[in-house]
């Protein structure tokens, strides 16, 4: 029973992830300030391209889809390795992204005073831990 809820509400936020990345990708722009690293709190000359965000929506959308796979509440057969390896892989991306990169994501990064450095903090890193934490939980339960 653990592991159903855990999976959907994994299902949930990979959804709901995805779904701000299809809103970025198709024009929108809450929240977008926040969540594009920068060096100061100049305006960011990183333009990401529309495909960017259109493969990392789809990755999140299809993670969410593994997690309610796992839940039990859809059945498909998957292939043996993403069974094996993905519930490993994707509460690793997570742990991996919640430490960082040593300059601007993550516990350890270097620049610290700006919105996405502040976002990063409040938001961004302790969503990476529950993620990683219960992709942990899910696969350690089952």
């Avoid at 300030?33 to 960011?44: D, F, R, V």
């Avoid at 929506?57 to 390795?81: D, E, M, R, T």
């Avoid at 991306?93 to 990169?101: D, M, P, T, V, Y």
């Avoid at 270097?110 to 961004?124: L, P, R, W």
Wanted: charge should be positive; charged fraction near 10%; proline fraction near 4%.
């Amino acid at each position: 029973m653990t592991v159903m809820i855990l999976s959907a509400i994994l299902f949930l936020v990979f959804v709901a992830l995805g779904g701000i990345h299809f809103y970025w990708l198709f024009g929108g722009t809450w929240a977008l300030k926040s969540a594009i690293p920068t060096k100061g709190n100049e305006l960011n000359s990183l333009a990401i391209p529309k495909i960017a965000t259109l493969i990392v929506g789809l990755v999140l959308v299809s993670f969410g889809l593994l997690y309610l796979l796992k839940s039990g509440l859809i059945h498909f057969q998957a292939p043996n390795w993403i069974i094996n390896y993905g519930y490993w892989f994707i509460p690793s991306i997570f742990i991996l992204r919640a430490i960082g990169e040593f300059n601007y994501v993550g516990f350890f990064r270097k620049i610290k005073n700006t919105t996405f450095a502040n976002a990063d903090s409040k938001v961004f890193i302790p969503l990476c831990l529950a993620i990683g934490i219960m992709g942990i939980l899910v696969q350690y339960l089952s």
